[in-house]
Antibody
Framework: QVQLVQSGAEVKKPGASVKVSCKASGYTFTHYAIYWVRQAPGQGLEWMGWINVGNGETKYSQRFQGRVTITGDTSASIVYMELSSLRSEDTAVYYC???????????WGQGTLVTVSS | EMVMTQSPATLSVSPGERATLSCRASQGVGTNLAWYQQKPGQAPRLLIYGASTRASGIPARFSGSGSGTEFTLTISSLQSEDFVVYYCQQYNNWPPRFGPGTKVDVK
């Protein structure tokens, strides 16, 4: 069965970077894009970006442009999302999800809580 | 820039009754719209895509309709597990924004 398993919770200081992983299993990794979405405490869902793991193409929400990098390791079926220059407003649960978005995101990771605090 | 709105922000309904949730896009998105359900502490769950196609395993009491800029999610007879938050999401334009959500609570 399709599974997306994310790395554990992180606590970071303002200005630092965080790298969250998303390990996929149960399907052909290179056939589907992976999307990243975040949710601040008590807030809604916010798109961050996506990666076509087949060819490495990425696209980022303008809100995070320059601060977010999404990469994929096809040998290990893992996608990484790195967010830099962290500030307190980046405290959120970060989710990976599998596309294609045109059929809706049917599979989601369990979420990774990133806390940014001095 | 595409803006998604959902109404109402909170919908109070009695168990067994029908719930009608609305989603509006600031620009036409055709039928490129999905609905998700989110329970506390869990990842979102896909309910509907293509505005009206139920995702695999989703009960028939959930239905979606609409096209262009106006969309509706209907839950025909609310069960106890349905009193949670629902989000719409357009994927016609980048970024594929979510609406702010509608919370369905017990009347």
């Amino acid at each position: 069965q399709v599974q997306l398993v994310q790395s554990g919770a992180e606590v970071k200081k303002p200005g630092a970077s965080v790298k969250v992983s998303c390990k996929a299993s149960g399907y052909t990794f290179t056939h589907y894009a992976i999307y990243w979405v975040r949710q601040a405490p008590g807030q809604g869902l916010e798109w961050m970006g996506w990666i076509n793991v087949g060819n490495g193409e990425t696209k980022y929400s303008q809100r995070f442009q320059g601060r977010v990098t999404i990469t994929g390791d096809t040998s290990a079926s893992i996608v990484y999302m790195e967010l830099s220059s962290l500030r307190s407003e980046d405290t959120a649960v970060y989710y990976c999800a599998r596309g294609p978005v045109t059929k809706g995101l049917s599979y989601w990771g369990q979420g990774t809580l990133v806390t940014v605090s001095s | 820039e595409m803006v998604m709105t959902q109404s109402p922000a909170t919908l109070s309904v009695s168990p067994g009754e029908r719930a009608t949730l609305s989603c509006r896009a600031s620009q036409g998105v055709g039928t490129n719209l999905a609905w998700y359900q989110q329970k506390p502490g869990q990842a979102p769950r896909l309910l509907i895509y293509g505005a009206s196609t139920r995702a695999s395993g989703i009960p028939a009491r959930f239905s979606g309709s609409g096209s262009g800029t106006e969309f509706t999610l209907t839950i025909s007879s609310l069960q106890s597990e349905d009193f949670v938050v629902y989000y719409c999401q357009q994927y016609n334009n980048w970024p594929p924004r979510f609406g702010p959500g509608t919370k369905v609570d017990v009347k």
